[in-house]
Nanobody, 116 residues
Framework: QVQLVESGGGLVQAGGSLRLSCTAS????????MGWYRQAPGKQRELVAR???????TYADSMEGRFTISRDNAKNTMYLQMNSLKPEDTAVYYC??????????WGQGAQVTVSS
């Protein structure tokens, strides 16, 4: 059974930090890109950051410099270090993985709430 399991969400004050993790299991094909997306209430899901198997990274403009994406290919685990959090970062954060066969998987989501 394919699973992407996120952890590390929670409640933090503005200016604080959180680290999200996403571990993939049960995926037969190799994973190419992995990414983090987020969806705030009443808004569309948007890209936060993504990372390829080779380590190339892409960030949304509003996150660059505050968020850092990384991955451990041996553990099929991806991380998102979020610093200087703002109330507008409040959202459900979703983990995403795309395999070499271009199959896309999503995690169940992790709530991040930033209080002002």
């Amino acid at each position: 059974q394919v699973q992407l399991v996120e952890s590390g969400g929670g409640l933090v004050q503005a200016g604080g930090s959180l680290r999200l993790s996403c571990t993939a299991s049960g995926i037969f094909f190799s994973i190419n890109a992995m990414g983090w997306y987020r969806q705030a209430p009443g808004k569309q899901r948007e890209l936060v950051a993504r990372i390829t198997s080779g380590g190339a990274t892409t960030y949304a403009d509003s996150m660059e410099g505050r968020f850092t994406i990384s991955r451990d290919n041996a553990k099929n685990t991806m991380y998102l270090q979020m610093n200087s959090l703002k109330p507008e970062d409040t959202a459900v954060y979703y983990c995403n993985a795309v395999t070499s066969q271009l199959i896309v998987y999503w995690g169940q989501g992790a709530q991040v709430t930033v209080s002002s």
